[in-house]
């Protein structure tokens, strides 16, 4: 049977009560949120999601990277699940919407059915992904990216943050460790909401993105290491200076991204000095470079040039340099049967759309791997994110979570 008609919709109300109860939970200090994977903030709010799970009727299954699958059952106990959901966890200085809004939404898409009594074929489990950002534990999407097999548990466990702390303690130290195998659950089919966190649909006037694919990724860690060394006592021929080598690598990823025209990015997002120290020149230096494209050959050919060209930099400057490859994902065709039954749902229901592209990595490129996925944008102000000032419109949320909700019984099939 066929998804309900265009006058089923969600509670708007309701789900943005819930991005703003769950906004209290690691306040940022401009608005927006600081709740970073495995803190006691990222606990508490799932602590919340937990309790409201509970209350839809939901059954909570936790794996061993701590991913948490709130089921709703179907009336075969042998159909797959649809999966949906997103992630709870911010950057350090995140907004109150990325990733929040996925996970929400589908909540809110479950209590709808409730209310109505909507039965379907297949359960329908909302997701709270573990460390999609990447922020404390690099790479990003690294639950995800376990349960799609991309890397062990091993490897997850051991990742570490700024200050020494791995992924697989403070996992348990929060109390979030579940029992479930990773990657055990098979999926029917993977639904994500997201605000676009980039201006297209804003500009277009649009309310939906119709997530045809995603760009791929690579994230090149640079440590540089130089001579710790007086700025006013070392003259400049003798300095092995690891801030310049950086500041001339900097200007080359620019430079390689712009020649990599159209549809290529490249920049640098996060940078460590030591001994950051006003008047000493650092010895060490880290600093991540973020390059994406759409185009796998322009993608790899670019990260190739941007290594090829560091090397050169820092030999010229007496500077060691060393690479690691610590994030990356192939560019994503999202499933065509999936992209349409989103595009249909925002017909149906009345919302302008678009095609679009993700210039964001999410939890759906790794699932993509293990099953048809796709996701549903909305706009986010200016483009915005992520940033405390991040913002969205309650019409805009509720459209983004109204299509998500009829894409999604379209997959879990509607039982009469």
């Not at 950057?91 to 919407?97: A, D, F």
């Not at 549903?376 to 000032?389: H, I």
Request: proline letters at 5%; glycine letters at 12%; hydrophobic letters at 40%.
């Amino acid at each position: 049977m066929p998804a309900p008609g265009e006058n089923l919709r969600i509670n708007g109300t309701r789900l943005w009560d819930a991005i703003m109860e769950m906004a209290e939970i690691g306040p940022g200090i401009a608005g927006g949120n600081n709740r970073q994977t495995l803190t006691d903030a990222d606990a508490e709010g799932r602590a919340l999601f937990r309790r409201w799970c509970d209350e839809a009727g939901l059954s909570m299954g936790i794996d061993r990277m701590g991913t948490m699958f709130a089921t709703r059952a179907g009336e075969d106990p042998d159909a797959l699940p649809v999966y949906v959901g997103s992630h709870l966890d911010t950057q350090p200085t995140g907004g109150r919407y990325d990733g929040v809004l996925g996970v929400l939404g589908a909540l809110e898409a479950v209590r709808t059915m409730n209310d109505l009594g909507i039965r379907t074929k297949h359960p329908i489990v909302v997701t709270n992904w573990t460390n999609e950002e990447g922020a404390r534990f690099a790479p990003a999407m690294l639950a995800s990216g376990v349960f799609a097999g991309v890397h062990t548990l091993e490897y997850a466990y051991g990742r570490t943050d700024l200050a020494g702390k791995t992924f697989g303690e403070e996992l348990a130290r929060i109390g979030w460790v579940g029992d479930e195998e990773v990657g055990a659950r098979p999926m029917h089919a993977y639904y994500e909401l997201h605000i676009e966190q980039g201006p297209i649909l804003e500009a277009e006037g649009k309310t939906i993105g119709v997530v045809t694919h995603c760009q791929g990724l690579w994230w090149l860690e640079f440590t540089l290491t130089g001579k710790e060394a007086h700025t006013g006592s070392t003259p400049m021929a003798m300095r092995v200076n690891a801030g310049l080598a950086m500041a001339r690598i900097m200007e080359m990823v620019q430079g390689v991204a712009m020649a990599a025209q159209p549809d290529a990015v490249g920049g640098v997002g996060q940078v460590t000095f030591s001994p950051n120290s006003r008047n000493v020149l650092p010895g060490k230096v880290v600093f991540t470079v973020d390059i994406r494209t759409v185009d796998q050959r322009k993608l790899d050919g670019m990260r190739d040039e941007i290594e090829a060209k560091a090397a050169i930099i820092c030999d010229e400057l007496g500077v060691g340099c060393e690479v690691e490859r610590v994030g990356h994902f192939d560019p994503v065709t999202f499933a065509p049967e999936l992209v349409e039954n989103v595009r249909n749902a925002a017909e149906k229901l009345g919302y302008s759309h678009m095609n679009l592209v993700s210039g964001a990595g999410h939890d759906a490129c790794w699932a993509a791997r293990v099953a048809p996925a796709t996701m549903v944008m909305c706009p986010c102000v200016d483009g915005l994110s992520p940033n405390e000032a991040e913002d969205i419109t309650p019409e805009w949320a509720a459209a983004g979570a109204d299509v998500l909700m009829h894409a999604v019984l379209e997959s879990a099939e509607v039982v009469a």
